[in-house]
């Protein structure tokens, strides 16, 4: 699905610092001027490693649209 005019929610979830110039690195507001995320949006950016933090946040998701969770 091709997203058009930019996500309304991202979550970034990678160790990449602003500093050292890494594209992972960059702030919501870079992916604003790259139309990849809404202005306006909400962001959230999670300094910690993919493979740790990603599957408990899926699996988390899951089970709370499924009920199973509060």
């Not at 991202?10 to 594209?23: A, K, L, R, T």
């Not at 870079?30 to 899926?58: H, N, Q, Y």
Request: charged share 20%; hydrophobic share 40%; net charge negative.
């Amino acid at each position: 699905m091709l997203m058009r005019h930019g996500a309304d929610y991202s979550v970034y979830i990678n160790i990449g610092q602003e500093f050292n110039g890494s594209d992972s690195g960059t702030r919501p507001d870079e992916d604003i001027s790259w139309g990849k995320v809404r202005a306006g949006s909400e962001s959230v950016k999670v300094f910690a490693d993919a493979t740790l933090v990603c599957p408990m946040t899926v699996a988390a998701t899951l089970a709370k649209a499924h009920g199973t969770i509060g």
